[in-house]
């Protein structure tokens, strides 16, 4: 929802769903990033 609808943590929560799950789901996220980028071969 945060991803594909470009939704706001607060209006996912308004949603229905639960402040620190929604949270935890946006760190995970974040630190996973490094994942979608390819490395610099040399």
């Known amino acids: 929802m ?9 209006e996912v ?4 769903y639960d402040q620190a799950t929604v949270e935890k789901v946006v760190k995970r996220m974040k630190e996973n990033n490094f994942k979608h980028h390819l490395p610099i071969i040399l």
Do not use: L
């Open 2 to 10: 945060i991803v594909d609808e470009k939704k706001t943590i607060d």
């Open 13 to 16: 929560v308004r949603k229905g």
